[in-house]
């Protein structure tokens, strides 16, 4: 069914920001930009003229805007994720954005940031490649120092303060967050990234983007009063610390609690948790978060890591147009990675396999589009598959925190294991 769809083009060369949009982008981030009154602090960037790589946390949507005025006015060209295109190819092309899927090593992504600088521009890449779980950093891709390299042209960094605060991955919701903050800083020179090895660039890269929002929050005394301000946090915290039992962590309102030991949590105003009853135990949410990790490492140690089999459904996005329903199947995610099958309506079947060297991170979605519910979003160079698992008996957070401790297993193995925050 799918032979004949036109696929998107990742190597569609990026073009200068019509003269026509390029004011109209300022303009339509400036009102979010005056209501959080964004502090934008610069370091050697004062002077700062293009072309340089700019590399910038991920948080929300919101990180766009305050890049916008950071780099302002320069004309700047933003990697994006193919699904951000949907419904707006045309337009996303004409600011100047490149199309990538997610957590895939794509040449032509690298050769039209090349092109980018060579037109005089700011690249823009969030190496994180999605917007952070619990307002920590993402694993970064070992391959910046070498894109560093690569290009030549200073490196400079944007990281954001209280974006996952304010509206944070689990719950979207705005909670009007103000002020908040971000750090312009010139990272490396040309000149300085002569003189290093790629590894040296990285490290200096993961050095600049250590952040952790919570801290922030409560150094900055930030209050954040939405009534619902807990719902959808179970989605991060599948576990629970009191009885360690899985997949049963609910939240409602101000709540976060566990369906099966009855223990319950108050996530106060300034972002710390408070045990109804008895010992906190994590009172800082990436506290619990790396607590989740460090129980899948040892599962992934032990070579008992499985998600077991799961009933999905599965749509594909092989263009920009429309997802496609590639129909029903099964989904395991275990020491070998990724295996999803499925068959349609007419009764083709499809594969996608994803083994543990191809996949460093993968990306999933939280009740994706307010409706499908969670999802893992696997990619190739020529499509991209939504999984959604059906049940309850499952997590993809947990599927992610595994894809990242398989994946450093296997480099570990290798004897080249992965530098702090580097995979």
Not at 102 to 119: C, G
Not at 232 to 247: A, N
């Amino acid at each position: 069914m799918q032979d004949d769809i036109k696929r998107f083009s990742c190597a569609a060369k990026p073009v200068h920001t019509k003269w026509y949009l390029h004011p109209l982008t300022y303009l339509l981030s400036a009102p979010d930009l005056v209501r959080h009154k964004c502090e934008i602090r610069k370091s050697g960037t004062e002077n700062l003229k293009p072309p340089y790589l700019l590399l910038c946390n991920h948080n929300a949507f919101l990180d766009f805007k305050v890049a916008t005025k950071a780099t302002w006015p320069a004309s700047a060209n933003y990697v994006v994720a193919i699904d951000g295109f949907i419904g707006r190819e045309k337009l996303l092309r004409n600011v100047g954005c490149i199309g990538k899927r997610k957590f895939t090593n794509d040449p032509s992504v690298v050769l039209n940031l090349r092109r980018v600088v060579k037109n005089g521009d700011v690249a823009v890449v969030y190496p994180e490649a999605r917007y952070s779980l619990c307002g920590t950093t993402a694993v970064l891709p070992s391959g910046l120092g070498q894109l560093c390299r690569f290009l030549n042209v200073p490196v400079v960094t944007l990281i954001c303060h209280g974006h996952h605060i304010n509206s944070p991955f689990w719950n979207l919701h705005d909670r009007g967050v103000s002020p908040t903050e971000a750090e312009f800083r010139l990272l490396l020179t040309p000149e300085q990234i002569s003189q290093l090895e790629p590894d040296e660039i990285n490290r200096k890269i993961a050095e600049a983007f250590q952040y952790d929002d919570y801290a922030w929050q409560k150094e900055k005394d930030i209050r954040v009063t939405y009534p619902k301000r807990a719902e959808g946090l179970h989605k991060v915290l599948y576990q629970c610390p009191h009885c360690g039992t899985e997949f049963r962590m609910k939240s409602s309102g101000i709540r976060l609690y566990c369906g099966a030991c009855g223990m319950g949590w108050t996530y106060e105003e300034n972002g710390e948790l408070r045990a109804e009853d008895g010992k906190t135990g994590f009172s800082h949410i990436p506290d619990w978060y790396e607590w989740e990790r460090e129980n899948v490492r040892r599962e992934v140690a032990a070579g008992t890591y499985s998600s077991g089999t799961l009933d999905v459904s599965v749509e594909s996005l092989p263009n920009a147009r429309h997802f496609i329903p590639i129909g029903r199947g099964t989904m395991v995610h275990d020491m070998n990675g990724f295996t999803v099958r499925t068959t349609d309506a007419e009764g083709n079947t499809y594969e996608m396999v994803k083994d543990v060297p191809s996949l460093y991170s993968c990306h999933i979605e939280y009740e994706y589009l307010g409706k499908h519910g969670d999802c893992v979003d696997l990619n190739t160079l020529t499509d991209t598959w939504y999984v959604y698992p059906e049940g309850s008996d499952f997590s993809v957070t947990k599927m992610a925190l595994a894809t990242e401790e398989l994946y450093f297993r296997y480099m570990r193995d290798r004897g080249t294991p992965c530098a702090p925050g580097l995979a």
